[in-house]
T-cell receptor, first 115, second 110 residues
Framework: EAGVTQFPSHSVIEKGQTVTLRCDPI?????LYWYRRVMGKEIKFLLH????????ESGMPNNRFLAERTGGTYSTLKVQPAELEDSGVYFC?????????????FGPGTRLLVL | GEDVEQSLFLSVREGDSSVINCTYT??????LYWYKQEPGAGLQLLTY?????DMKQDQRLTVLLNKKDKHLSLRIADTQTGDSAIYFC??????????FGKGTMLLVSP
């Protein structure tokens, strides 16, 4: 069974440009999460989808970040316009159950560098 | 909110045991997790323990949970160079999110 996949693996863009990250969850997992780790800091929660609906987006840093999950399958996270402080690793995870304590399986991450 | 603390660095020799410690603040956590991140790779679920357990053993891995002190530890027996990685403690918080520690970088020398 395929795990969580993310694309691209790396992205280098200039400040002010737009980047779109994609996540494909494990097949059958209704719950999809985005996290990010900026340089040397904790991995921080961004948001949680249940199917196509946003269950919790309390971790989204500002309105330059837009996450979508049309059709309830894959998800995209768009950063527009990108700023230097957006550099980091963006992880996607999925789980079967969306309750606290359900096991989340993570993808390999997208390493974003904003110059 | 939840706060998770880990030591940042641990260095051991191959064959020794490694112990990585984690403390957390929210006592209502159900499962508590250890994730491993190898260089250039994503987060791999290593093991987990249910909050009503004190200990869980899985081959070379032993997880100890002290709920009174809110302390979680991961012991790796017979540590190998391939165990060199960053180890993250993760605790559920809120409805379904995970709160991570900053990660402990384990360096295993031959």
């Amino acid at each position: 069974e395929a795990g969580v996949t993310q694309f691209p693996s790396h992205s280098v863009i200039e400040k002010g440009q737009t980047v779109t990250l994609r996540c494909d969850p494990i097949s059958g997992h209704d719950n999809l999460y985005w996290y990010r780790r900026v340089m040397g800091k904790e991995i921080k929660f961004l948001l949680h989808f249940v199917k196509e609906s946003k269950q919790d987006e309390s971790g989204m840093p500002n309105n330059r970040f837009l996450a979508e999950r049309t059709g309830g399958t894959y998800s995209t996270l768009k950063v527009q316009p990108a700023e230097l402080e957006d550099s980091g690793v963006y992880f996607c995870a999925s789980s079967q159950i969306g309750l606290a304590g359900s096991t989340q399986y993570f993808g390999p991450g997208t390493r974003l560098l904003v110059l | 909110g939840e706060d998770v603390e880990q030591s940042l660095f641990l260095s051991v020799r191959e064959g020794d045991s490694s112990v990585i410690n984690c403390t957390y603040t929210d006592s209502s956590s159900t499962y508590l997790y250890w994730y491993k991140q190898e260089p250039g790779a994503g987060l791999q679920l290593l093991t987990y323990i249910f909050s009503n357990m004190d200990m869980k053993q899985d081959q070379r891995l032993t997880v100890l949970l002290n709920k009174k002190d809110k302390h979680l530890s991961l012991r790796i027996a017979d540590t190998q160079t391939g165990d060199s990685a960053i180890y993250f403690c993760a605790v559920p918080s809120g409805y379904s999110t995970l709160t991570f520690g900053k990660g402990t970088m384990l360096l295993v020398s031959p």
